[in-house]
């Protein structure tokens, strides 16, 4: 791994760049072997320097927000692995009803902004979900009733796949009719190659922000309520249209099974959750006897919610 150098880019960074960074520590699953480079750009300009130093050493990148959705392989990943950091993290209040929000914002900071500045539209209901602005685009992340979707307007994006005209990573904004199709259950309009920068929202004004700030602590106790404390991904799979893929799979007995220290959660059957030290292999295993019982069990094939790296 990392017979490739990265050297371009030595001394160019203002957080410089790490060598043989475990995933695990950058995952809320807390399994995941090393990434060859981890890079922390603090603005545009770095963002592009290290896609093109990838492109010229020839190393695949992945762009992370909070790994709150990641599962990634215990031989961890051959390429850089991209944290946005700095302008990315920036938020900002632009007129009435107009947010403007990095690429690396964590929902709970944004949620939490959006009261301040007396906005709210249910997007309260996200409060909790412990990931980025880009990972929940990435997902069209959601609950109680209302996704991310629902209040973006435009993104602004980098292309990762190398174009050979041009050879420079190329920013393009997403919005309107092609925005609004892209997005649907549990997936955005961001195609595999490209990576949020900034996004505009529009948020409702709030009508009784005392409501919506007890939302915000009524979520906080759902969520202590409903899902298991033990480091997760999330929910592993999708729901399937009008059915709860928890619900199923607690039907088909599912709950406690385990795979060396991987575990079907027993408070929500459809989190399988690392009791201990879990390989991403025991956690994999888990998540397929699990689909292939639902299968058996019940005729319905389970999508993976999960975003998996390195692994089938
Ligand atoms: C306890 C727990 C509860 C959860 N509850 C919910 C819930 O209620 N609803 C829900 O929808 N999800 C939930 N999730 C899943 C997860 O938090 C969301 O999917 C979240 O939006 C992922 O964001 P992230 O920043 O952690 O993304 P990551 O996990 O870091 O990445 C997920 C995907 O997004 C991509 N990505 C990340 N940042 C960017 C970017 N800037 N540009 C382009 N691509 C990017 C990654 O490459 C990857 O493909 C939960 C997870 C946990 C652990």
């Not at 920013?171 to 190659?193: D, H, N, S």
Request: aromatic residues 6%; proline residues 5%.
């Amino acid at each position: 791994m990392a017979a490739k150098s990265m050297q371009g880019l030595e001394g160019r960074l203002k957080r410089g760049l790490e060598r043989r960074v475990p995933l695990a520590n950058l995952c809320t699953m807390k399994v995941g072997g090393p990434a060859a480079f981890l890079a922390e750009p603090v603005d545009l300009e770095e963002l592009r320097s290290i896609i093109r130093a990838a492109w010229s050493d020839d190393l695949p990148v992945l762009v992370i927000g909070s790994g709150s959705n990641l599962l990634v392989c215990d031989e961890g990943f051959p390429g850089v692995v991209i944290r946005m950091q700095g302008v990315f993290r920036r938020l900002s209040h632009k007129a009435p009803t107009s947010v403007e929000s990095g690429g690396a914002v964590l929902i709970n900071r944004l949620v939490e902004r959006c009261l301040v500045w007396d906005l709210s539209g249910g997007i309260e209901s996200l409060y909790g979900i412990p990931g980025t602005l880009g990972g929940a685009v990435r997902m069209n992340a959601g609950a109680h009733e209302h996704e991310i979707s629902n209040y973006i307007v435009e993104l602004e994006c980098i292309d990762m796949e190398r174009n050979h005209a041009e050879d420079e990573p190329q920013i393009y904004i997403l919005e309107g009719e092609e925005l609004a199709r892209g997005f649907a259950y549990r997936t955005g309009p961001l195609a595999g190659r490209d990576v949020l920068t900034k996004a505009v929202l529009q948020i409702p004004v709030c009508e009784n922000r005392e409501e919506s700030k007890a939302r915000l602590g009524e979520m906080k106790e759902l969520r202590k309520v409903k899902h298991p404390r033990e480091p997760s991904a999330g929910s592993v799979f999708r729901n399937p249209p009008g059915k709860s893929a928890g619900i199923i799979i607690e039907r088909c007995g599912c709950k406690g099974w385990r795979e060396g220290y991987a575990e079907v959660s027993r408070k929500h059957a459809n989190f399988i959750v690392n009791m201990g030290e879990a390989s991403a292999r025991d956690l994999y295993r888990l998540a397929m006897k699990v689909r292939s019982a639902v299968l058996e069990k019940e005729g319905v094939e389970l999508e993976l919610e999960w975003k998996l790296v390195g692994l089938p």
